[in-house]
């Protein structure tokens, strides 16, 4: 099982201004210090309206048309003590979307209370959408395990096992056979959502495999751009482990095994290694038989039918 401890992790406002192009109206406010540790985001027309229950500080608010056009219509004290109070909260920023550019109200309580106000020029539900889904891959939780992670036939498969049992020579073979290169050695992974995990090869490790006896190689050089990826979900993992005599190996899968890993459980095979075989070939019918039954198809199944219709075709001739 892997599992890490409650971090909290940041992303800066700078980098988010830098990802989505925004335009910052407030020059003079340094932003490199403001971290966002949230992945929600607020629309504040109800703090506009004098309701602040539940409400978050944290989090970065959008104003789009619906608040624009609240606030043009009413220019009154109230809305300027609600304006004032959203700015005491000390949030970390106000973007404005579609464009739209803020009042002399905003600016003042903007340099006032350092709060910078930023503009995008896109549609407000369309860019509220893209950064909490950029914020999810920046503040998700994370971590690091020895393996390889490989695109075999569109699964992600993460191949786990000792150190120099073979890990990095069955992601080559899979790499000469057509299939692609995410990570090896170290995969980095992202809990995206309750189900969803995300690996990917630390940066400075990208594209390079270690083969013991030859050393580092390059495999976006040697087989080409179609030969890696950068990120990929992990959907099954395949443990290798030296085959032992007296150890008992499951040969029909009537249960799957799983692997824990950020608190979601995959699908997990137990691959024992033997001189000879071709771990490339296995990986590639374990990524096949695990696609069939996410297709609702199992190879269990059909043999369990086949054999209950041959000893029912039996006792159907002994009677006769």
Avoid at 206 to 233: A, K, N
């Amino acid at each position: 099982m892997f599992d890490v401890s409650s971090v909290n992790y940041t992303v800066s406002l700078d980098k988010i201004i830098e990802k989505f192009h925004l335009r910052n109206l407030t020059p003079d406010i340094d932003v490199s210090g403001i971290m966002i540790e949230t992945v929600d985001v607020n629309r504040p027309a109800l703090q506009f309206a004098g309701y602040f229950d539940e409400f978050d500080p944290k989090r970065i608010q959008l104003c789009g048309k619906v608040e624009y056009n609240f606030l043009e219509l009413h220019e009154d004290d109230f809305i300027h003590e609600m304006t004032t109070r959203l700015f005491k909260e000390k949030i970390p920023c106000i973007i404005f979307c579609r464009g739209l550019v803020p009042n002399d109200l905003f600016m003042e309580l903007s340099r006032k209370y350092c709060v910078p106000l930023l503009m995008s020029q896109d549609g407000t539900s369309s860019f509220m959408g893209q950064l909490i889904r950029y914020l999810k891959m920046e503040l998700a939780p994370r971590i690091s395990i020895h393996g390889v992670l490989v695109d075999v036939f569109g699964e992600g498969i993460l191949i786990m096992g000792e150190s120099g049992i073979g890990k990095s020579e069955a992601a080559l073979e899979l790499i000469k056979r057509g299939h692609r290169l995410v990570s090896d050695d170290v995969v980095e992974i992202k809990k995206i959502n309750e189900d969803e995990l995300l690996g990917s090869a630390p940066e400075i490790t990208r594209h390079f495999i270690e083969l013991r006896g030859i050393g580092i190689i390059d495999v976006r050089t040697l087989y080409g751009v179609q030969s890696v990826e950068d990120t990929h979900e992990i959907d099954l993992v395949i443990k290798l482990e030296e085959w032992k005599r007296d150890h008992e190996y499951d040969r029909l899968g009537l249960e799957d095994s799983y692997e824990e890993i950020l608190g979601i459980r995959k699908v997990c095979n137990s691959l024992p290694i033997r001189p000879g075989r071709n771990l490339a070939i296995i990986v590639e019918a374990a990524a096949i038989n695990y696609r069939q039954k996410k297709m609702g198809y199992n190879a269990v199944d059909e043999l369990y039918r086949r054999v209950t219709e041959r000893n029912k075709k039996d006792r159907l001739q002994k009677k006769s």
